[in-house]
């Protein structure tokens, strides 16, 4: 309890003769209580003059949406055109369920990416199942994107709480480009030895 003018807690207070004073009562249920409605009865005494207040508290429970990648690490590979698979764990830290969770994301122009499941209707709290949920997550580059760093964001979102981690993609270019490269430059190389022998011989 704290009296109206200060927010430290009190054990008692005086009330002057034909005056009243506001009390707050402040309930703080266990991290562990399960949802529910509970009995609180508040009784105020003054020698053998007594009053008591029947009243109901309504815990409805904490919902806190966790998630990260299979790893632990932020960051992926990929190729060009190339679908790269990327395994996500999702969990509730809270006390209570979070209902209907679907997935989203912001990605650049012209990439794709896919989930799956799509969505799951409820996520239990971890206390009780003892494992995060599995989401496969698939990110395909466009198939014309220039080499470097990008950013993709994987979203969780529910009724009751919301999550998301972002994901910097690597781009690199195909390996089968990388040999079709250098056939290029031994070819090239080629012709020119040739060509510079011919004149050598003139």
Known sequence: CTPRWREEQILAIKVKKRSSEYIKLVLIPPFNISEGEYPVGFKVRSGELSQLINLKAIVTGTYKLKMTTKTGR?????????????????????????????????????????????????????????????????????????????????????????????IRVTVGVSTTWGWIGIAIVVAIIAILTGVFIRLKRR
Do not use: C
């Open 74 to 166: 932020l960051n992926l590979n990929a190729i060009a055109g190339r679908k790269e698979p990327l395994l996500v764990y999702l969990w509730n830290e809270g006390s209570a369920p979070i209902d209907d969770i679907s997935f989203f994301s912001n990605e650049p122009t012209g990439w794709k990416v896919s989930f799956s499941p799509e969505r799951l209707p409820s996520l239990l709290p971890i206390r009780e199942i003892q494992k995060p949920e599995k989401v496969e997550v698939t990110i395909e580059p466009k198939a014309k994107a220039i080499p470097g760093d990008y950013m993709v964001t994987i979203n969780a979102a529910g009724k009751q709480d919301r999550t998301g981690v972002d």
